[in-house]
């Protein structure tokens, strides 16, 4: 820009508007801004640098920002901020400052050094956010992420996650150890592979549902083991999509019942059993009456004393 620009500039106002828009800017940003000269000592500070801090202009105006120092970052974290800033760059870092009060607040903090035409430094400006509560968050989600591994990982039933074509991406210790796989050999294999092949159209079935629809799909099947043995099974799914709402991977837990399957089986023949005697000892029970009919049909023909229920037990067969 000419000397004449600038000139027309500044009779127009332009700049006092610029320079005023900057300084409202500033002032009414959330992030503390702050300037210093060369040696590092504060010039300015704007409101949002007091009310995260605590202090006033008064108390920091001619100190150095050592007053923010926090005792939690090393002698060499400072001494390579200041080399960068010296050699003219711009340094971005997450470091740990103390308000007025003895808080610490986690602040992500870029520093410029401020050059004039002549190429050298005058000062410094620093734009810092205070991210404690986003590091808190982070640190919580972090926690959280790993009980919720840790949960997954030894729940006592089989848990996996499938991919858009079929391909184990995630398979928990309980399935590893049910199906005689190590992870390595269990993630990258397709879904078919763990199940009898007679159910391959019923899976494909319902792995389509659960990509278009995203529904629950709760299914019984037999998955087959490293060895060839065979395991019942009851498999509960649902669909991850990602925010577009696109099909990303499934979610599946799977529960074996083959002991549940066995007891089933048990309890059914012992019923069949029961119901073959009851039917047994049902038609043994009508034969006795008809036998105890035709002795008392006799007795009255012979004029006899009708018998009592004992004497009738006598020519029954076992019941």
Known sequence: MSKQDTKSIIASGKLEDELLALKLGVERSD????ITDKEGVILYINPAFEEIYGFSGEEVLGKKPSVLKSGKESEEVYKKFWDDL???KIVNIEIINKTKDGKFVDMQSTANPIIDKGGEIIGFLAIQSDITEKKQLRHELIDTEAR???IVENSPNMIHSVDENGIVIFTNKRECELLGYTKEELIGMHIHEIYIPSQRKELDEGFEILKKKGVLYTSHGKMVKKNGEELDVEIDSISVKDERGNFVRTRSI???ITEQRKSEEELTKKVEQMEFMGR???KR???MLEMQKEIIDL???LGEDLPNMQDIEKYCPER
């Open 280 to 282: 047994v000892n049902l």
């Open 299 to 301: 007795k009255k023909r």
């Open 148 to 150: 919720y591994r840790d």
């Open 86 to 88: 010296l050699d003219k």
């Open 254 to 256: 799977i529960r074996d």
């Open 31 to 34: 992030q503390s801004i702050f």
């Open 285 to 287: 029970y009508e034969k």
